[in-house]
């Protein structure tokens, strides 16, 4: 039973690294193309896409694994869909850095103990 709860825990922290990860190389992405005063190209665009219904993923996994709802963070990442939808680059930067912002390795230490 134990062991059970060390993998589920292993699994959520793969989790929260992966969502910080993936919000870093978006963050990363934008800042890229927004210094060079280039709009979004096609596969930028693209890889945002994923990247965004990627974290939606993970978000999930996250409240399966843990029972946690990271309401927050989710209302955050449909701040950043509406304003990729809306070729809001600025937009989308700061709602990242936001949501990139958020905690969710301290949500999971506050789990384990």
Known sequence: ????????F????????KIHLNCQAM????????SGGVAMRRDLKEKLRKSLLDLGSCFEEFKRITGVDLSTAQGSLESCLDAF???DTQGLYETLQKL????YLGKIIELAS
């Not at 292993?10 to 690294?17: C, E, N, S, Y």
């Open 85 to 87: 939808e809306k070729d």
């Open 1 to 8: 039973m134990g062991s059970d709860r060390q993998v589920e």
């Open 10 to 17: 292993a699994r959520a922290v793969v989790l929260g690294q």
């Open 27 to 34: 963050l990363t992405m934008l800042s890229r193309s927004s």
């Open 100 to 103: 990139y912002r958020e905690d």
